[in-house]
């Protein structure tokens, strides 16, 4: 089969090429993708990959929508079951799984970090880490549920839940997590406000009816405050780091929160532990979410409470190309490596 392998550091080590099939084993399905999203954790396994547990040469890619093919012992997934891969393969019996905090399992391994991933013909993934969708959902939106939207999902609805009216300020709305924070809060009825730069990405939010604040041009705390009565944002989601961490801490209202799940400029901000305790602001590292997290934003998403904005689909073959296309600054919405035509399905045969 084709995938997109990691072969070794750098812009030019990543590779299209012919490895084995895998074949499930006792309580796995072998799933035939058909899109995988790009995300900037790729980017960062190509380039560094430090301090994730890891062998290379490893298939890429960590999210991804497929069609059961075929299932091991002890599965219920029947052939030509469309599914969406849950990023982690966890084990079910440590003291975080059996809380629902599937992220946090002693023994988790995400596709594409610490195993072979989705951006592949085919994958073997444990029945407990496949969620079915309906076929009638878009394709290339599902591939891009499992990493920005799950972990914009448990930002804003797990570590401090949003009620109505309350004001979100989302840090550089035109990456990933930032768009998926941003439309998954309006969702549930509040207030956003959201960060870019360029006239290109300004105009597109504004005619999606965001409020905006371009960061070249000002302060964003100031704008924050000027913009909700001196009162700031009660919540903040950041995965910018350094260069945005400031002014996140300075927007918030007392006793509001911060929730991180990126450091892109930086991962060694100021602590600013004065603001913090005066102000009594609390501060969440997050990533990605639990299995009925998951769920939820499935089942939101078939209902089509948002959909997915998409940059551009790229074919398996170019699966490389598309990892370069993260990086452009004119990109805004999700990158897609389309693997298969979902109407060829080959059945429990192939």
Sequence with gaps: MLALVLEQRGPDGAVVREVARPEPGTGEVLVRMLAASVNRVDLYMRDNGAGITHELPQVMGVD?????????????????RRVVVYPYEFCGRCRYCLAGEHPLCVKAKIPGEHRDGTMAEYLV??????????DKADVNGAAALGVAYLTAWR??????PLTPGAVVLVQGAG???SYAAAQLARMAGVRVILTTTGAQKLDHFRKAGF???????????????????GQGADLVVDNVGEATWGQSLRSLCRGGSLVTCGATTGSQPGADLQRLFIRQLSVHGSTMGSFEEFRRLIASFEAGHFEVPIDSVYPLQQAAEALNR?????????????????????????
């Design 125 to 134: 993934m444990p029945e407990t880490s496949l969620l079915p969708i309906s």
């Design 326 to 350: 993260l990086s452009a600054p004119d990109r805004l919405g999700k990158v897609i490596v389309r693997i298969a035509d979902p109407s060829a399905s080959q059945g429990a045969g192939a």
């Design 211 to 229: 409020e905006m604040i371009d960061y070249r041009e000002g302060d964003v705390a100031k704008a924050v405050l000027a913009m909700t009565g």
């Design 175 to 177: 990456g990933g997590v």
């Design 155 to 160: 930002m804003l609805f797990g570590k401090v």
């Design 64 to 80: 991804g929508v497929g069609e059961v093919v075929a299932a091991g012992a002890e599965t219920q997934l029947a052939p030509g």
